[in-house]
């Protein structure tokens, strides 16, 4: 089972414009709305998951109007925690590479020796904790397959 997930499954996606999250909903919400229809029961769902259906969908194109692009994580139980580190380090590397706007050389303070603000430190600090990490977690339970070095 751990090789066809593997196979079938990426951890991540490449980016993906938003639209796609809207699309699938769209989708989906249309195939129940052709769908026949059932009586509707005290949940106000007509049992084939319309209104589910509708909330992903207000939900979905709510999120359009604040993000432009996703990425599709594999749910394997470590996805919450595969998505927030993705996209930790996605922050990282984008404040590397387009900087925080600031010109730091006009700053009176610069001897300040606070790294709190440093994308790079930062980004070290923790490739090298997840680095370290893989050993660890999996004596406390993890499968080594569902993290994927």
Same mark, same amino acid.
């Given at each position: 089972i751990e090789n066809e997930i593997k196979s079938s499954q990426s951890l991540t996606s490449t980016l993906l414009p938003i639209e796609v999250l809207v699309r699938q909903y769209t989708t989906a919400t249309n195939k129940n709305n052709n769908t026949s229809t059932s009586t509707v029961n005290n949940n106000n769902n007509d049992g084939n998951g319309h209104n589910e259906q509708q909330g992903f969908l207000r939900s979905a194109s709510f999120l359009s109007k604040k993000y432009n692009s996703l990425r599709k994580i594999r749910g394997d139980g470590n996805c919450y925690y595969r998505a927030f580190l993705y996209s930790l380090c996605?922050?990282?590397?984008? %404040?590397l590479v *387009? &900087?925080? &706007?600031?010109d730091s050389s006009n700053n009176e303070n610069n001897n300040n020796d606070d790294d709190g603000d440093d994308p790079l430190k930062e980004f070290n600090r923790l490739?090298?904790? *997840? %680095?370290q990490s893989l050993k660890w977690v999996c004596q406390y339970g993890f499968d080594e397959y569902t993290i994927d070095m």
């Amino acid at each position: 089972i751990e090789n066809e997930i593997k196979s079938s499954q990426s951890l991540t996606s490449t980016l993906l414009p938003i639209e796609v999250l809207v699309r699938q909903y769209t989708t989906a919400t249309n195939k129940n709305n052709n769908t026949s229809t059932s009586t509707v029961n005290n949940n106000n769902n007509d049992g084939n998951g319309h209104n589910e259906q509708q909330g992903f969908l207000r939900s979905a194109s709510f999120l359009s109007k604040k993000y432009n692009s996703l990425r599709k994580i594999r749910g394997d139980g470590n996805c919450y925690y595969r998505a927030f580190l993705y996209s930790l380090c996605e922050h990282l590397l984008r %404040s590397l590479v *387009v &900087g925080n &706007g600031d010109d730091s050389s006009n700053n009176e303070n610069n001897n300040n020796d606070d790294d709190g603000d440093d994308p790079l430190k930062e980004f070290n600090r923790l490739k090298k904790f *997840v %680095s370290q990490s893989l050993k660890w977690v999996c004596q406390y339970g993890f499968d080594e397959y569902t993290i994927d070095m």
